[in-house]
């Protein structure tokens, strides 16, 4: 095979690699995704069995620490549809009332339950300005 | 002074203005003192910005709470290592310090290339203008770090405390000079295209700096994983967060390009390929840039108005297309002078290395954006997790280091399979030793830690094969003694051997990496003092609480009320290895907490304590129970009997009540092995990139080339 | 305090002005300079005081080119040396690869001095 064809054949071998693991990835990424949701996007879609991000503001009032296990209800950011968490795992340090936070939940038995270690707050207002009742002096 | 802040901002953008201008004109029409006046304004934009920069400084450490700023991020109790840090903690600081940073920087740049490059160097202007006036921009019209309120507020509202670490002093500078030295490759290439010359004066312009940008960006990334990991509470060093990745994608097409180049050097190959990891390079800098403050992916770090994210998307655009029409108006220019020879080739490899590298930043940017994919798809957002990244970045990352240990041993153009024999022998015999050696010890069955461990086998003997023959080399030329030998082969072949150093330094880096991520024992349980737990081969055992009061004991400048705490004695072997004491502060926080609860009522930071050896870390961090109905009834009795400037007598009872009647804490305790090889592989490669970056004494390279001058001339006698 | 502020500004503005415009003074100030042939061409006489130092030979960009093509071929010749020493070449691919390099070497050595004439 002269050169130039041999170079051409290693070109069409590599592009093929190439497009085979890309859509590899593609496809796992798609199946292995977890859906974000926010609360009252969640009651209407939730299969039990199927994990799920669940986005949303915690709830003033609904947290409650037991030794390991944090409960806390989120609820949608503008308001509204409360979900009851039952979560054990790390707890950030930025972790409070009125927050957002993500977490991995799945419906087991009517109980929604937070995969373990899947709490993520996000850090506060850093480059906005903290809402009033936030105003904290340190 | 706020009035002069805000004066040289808009100086500032004249003069980007006037200088694109200028630049512009000076090129086109031949009129080379308008493309200096240029160059001047870039000098003269990082005069200004130094001025604008300082005048914030002297805020934040004058506590001139008529700024904005000052008063969001920054308060009288904050200690003064802290209030200067605190400039970049907020939006509208941050964003002057990286237009400062790439003044500066594009000024270096400009300066060394004062006498070359005259049209590619005058349309860079035109470039680092054009970026530094769209970050003066954002500032002036949407986030003006010299707002000011009058009458100021007396106090401000203090740095966050998950921020009041000393790396944070460190990390944003190191990673914003990395990201603003990125943009200067990008310039110089657009300009390179604009002005129709990619060569080899180009090439070694642009080398140091894509370098430079290389090195920054590394140990900015680098300083932001032990942040996280020595100073966050969650016990890891990398969580492919969205903010993460963002930075680390711009640094693997940096490494791509910097082998590649050599390419493009020796055999005027991949002129393409080069300039578009030069361009995405640059882009992929500024997306970064643009993901930490937009808010667009949900990431622990998201943070940042709505209002930035429009204007970033039309700059990003822009770049893109401009990058693409670019390349392809000018392929004629940039075809390849030669062909691959062979695949067994040095050439090969760095081809195959580039690819690897591409492919590791595809699969980083699939996972980092696929949010807003799978949303534009499908309709519905959703995200991909650690285990998703690392089942493509593993088997990436050994195929990496494997060939980081092949280049160095093969040659250029075409390897002879008795050569391959000659040169490979050893490190392959190392790899199969360290095989035999892990499985005979009865390491775990970790398939992929024990192939990186074979891996960096193999890196280690191809490059200590290389140091080897090079300094008997050196002796049979020269006849030096081995200690001087070594020195002068590194001196005198620097991006050689610093280029080895460096891949060392990511062989143990990988070797931490395995070891701490797969041989991790991690333990989250609830201790009360006396009891013990295995964590690993070790016990540990919570000896007694701890409790301390501001401003009494606050040694590290907390800033918190009240911090509860423990001592924990850790055991090997019925031998006492370490001590270690977390703690968790609790801050104020102003609110309807009553004048006790408010005292303690703010977001509580948890500090880390660890012991960390050449073999192992021991970490540990400590949730205390501060909601026992003990604790909470003093709480609240202070609460209703005391006035707020008495209620830190409540907080001394809360205190003596802990350490006497302790309850049950939650404790987080991780064994991880080797994670100092990840800070140690890190300092090598900084090491090995200083060498490879460090330019030769010109004393050197006029010998050198009156030599070879002569061997030139005696090479004619002899043809 | 805001009259200060507005002569610390005046002051900036004007030392400013001052450096950025000193290119386009000098090169006002001698008129025969002329404009340089040509886009790219960077000649020394109408850059002003800053710019290239009369010392330094290069009068053009091709020349720079040149220049930067040499050493990085002076690198090759001896990173090739390197490579036999080091036994990743055998004898006779390293004689023919120093060969073929010393006769490119040769031939930009060349262009340097054909252009240097010009």
Partial sequence: MNPARKRTARLIVALSAAVVLASALIYTSFSAASPALSPSQLLRQVQPGRSYQLTGTVVPGSVRRQAAALDFSVEDRAGGTAIPIAYTGTVPDPFREGREVIVTVERQRGVYVGERNSLITKCPSKFKTAPPGEKQSY | ?719 | MSILIAILTLALVAVVIFVVSAPLRSSRRRPDAGRAGGAGEDAARASGADDVALESPSGSALRGDLEAAREAKYREIRDAELDYRTGKLSREDYEAIDGALRAEAIEILNRLEADGEG
């Fill in chain 2, 1 to 719: 002074m706020a009035g002069l802040g805000r004066a040289c901002l808009l100086l500032a953008l004249a003069v980007c203005v006037y200088g694109i201008g200028a630049s512009l004109y000076g090129v086109r029409s031949g009129r080379s003192e308008f493309s200096g006046s240029g160059r001047r304004c870039v000098y003269a934009l990082a005069g200004i910005l130094t001025i604008a920069f300082a005048v914030l400084e002297v805020a934040f450490l004058g506590n001139d709470f008529a700024f904005n700023t000052v008063a969001s991020t920054s308060s009288r109790t904050t200690p003064a290592f802290y209030r200067a840090a605190a400039v970049w903690s907020s939006q509208e600081g941050s964003l002057l310090l990286w237009a400062w940073l790439l003044s500066l920087w594009s000024s270096l740049a400009l300066f060394l290339t004062r006498r070359r490059l005259r049209d590619v160097a005058a349309y860079a202007t035109s470039v680092l203008l054009g970026l530094a006036g769209f970050f003066i921009a954002l500032m002036i019209f949407y986030a003006n770090p010299f707002a000011t309120t009058r009458p100021a507020p007396v106090e401000g509202a203090g740095l966050d405390p998950l921020l009041r670490f000393p790396t944070m002093m460190i990390h944003p500078p190191m990673l914003y000079s990395g990201y603003t030295l990125c943009t200067i490759p990008l310039a110089f290439g657009i300009g390179a295209l604009l002005a129709r010359r990619v060569d080899a004066d180009w090439i070694k312009a642009i080398r140091r700096f894509a370098f430079a940008a290389w090195l920054f960006l590394g140990v900015g990334i680098l300083l932001g994983a032990r942040w996280s990991y020595a100073e966050l509470g969650w016990g890891g060093y990398w969580g492919w967060d969205a903010v993460e990745n963002a930075s680390l994608m711009p640094w693997l097409t940096g490494t791509a390009f910097l082998h590649s180049l050599m390419i493009q050097e020796k055999r005027g190959m991949l002129k393409v390929w080069n300039i578009s990891l030069v361009l995405a390079t640059g882009t992929l800098a500024i997306m970064g840039t643009f993901l930490v403050r937009s808010g667009i992916l949900n990431s622990i770090h998201a943070f940042g108005g709505a209002t930035l994210g429009v204007p970033f998307v039309v700059v990003i655009a822009a770049l893109i297309g401009g990058s693409i029409y670019l390349v392809v108006s000018r392929r004629d220019m940039l075809r390849s002078e030669h062909r691959l020879d062979s695949l067994l080739s040095r050439e090969s490899i760095f081809i195959a290395n580039n690819v690897v590298l591409v492919a590791l930043c595809f699969v980083i940017f699939w996972g980092t954006y696929f949010p807003l994919i799978s949303d534009a798809l499908t309709g519905h957002e959703a995200s991909v997790g650690p285990p998703w990244f690392d089942r493509y970045t593993v088997p990436l990352a050994l195929v990496l280091v494997l060939l980081s240990g092949i280049g160095p041993v093969i040659t250029w153009r075409r390897a002879t399979l008795a050569n391959a024999r000659r040169n490979f022998t050893v490190p392959v015999l190392a790899a199969l030793v360290t095989l035999l050696a892990l499985l005979a010890v009865g390491v775990p069955q970790k398939p992929f830690a024990i192939a990186m461990f074979c891996c960096a086998a193999f890196v280690l003997a191809s490059i200590g094969q290389e140091f080897f023959r090079g300094v008997n080399a050196r002796r049979a030329m020269a006849g030096e003694a081995a200690p001087v030998a070594l020195l002068s082969l590194v001196r005198r072949n620097r991006r050689r051997y610093g280029g080895y150093i460096v891949h060392l330094g990511i062989a143990v880096l990988f070797v931490g990496v395995a070891a701490s991520s797969s041989f991790q024992h991690a333990s989250e349980l609830g201790l009360s003092p006396g009891q013990s737990t295995r964590v690993g081969a070790y016990t540990v055992r919570y000896v007694r609480p701890t409790a301390t009061i501001t401003p009494k004991d606050d040694r590290a400048h907390t800033g918190s009320t009240l911090s509860l705490g423990a001592v924990l004695a850790v055991y090997k072997h019925g031998h006492h290895v370490a001590t270690l004491q977390p703690s968790e502060g609790f801050y104020a926080a102003a609110g309807a907490q009553g004048s006790v609860g408010s005292l303690i009522g703010g977001q509580p930071v948890s500090h880390v304590s660890m012991d960390a050896g050449a073999t192992r870390d021991i970490w540990s961090a400590i949730a205390p129970n501060i909601e026992t109905p003990e604790l909470k009834r003093i709480v609240s009795i202070g609460n209703r009997t005391l006035p707020a400037e008495d209620a830190i007598v409540a907080i001394g009872v809360l205190a003596r009540t802990y350490l006497q009647h302790p309850p049950q804490a939650q404790f987080h305790l991780i064994v991880s092995p080797l994670v100092m090889w990840i800070w140690l592989g890190g300092l090598i490669v900084f090491g090995g990139g200083l060498i490879a970056i460090w330019p030769a004494p010109s004393a050197v390279r006029r010998r050198v080339a009156v030599r070879a001058r002569t061997r030139d001339a005696r090479g004619l006698a002899r043809a």
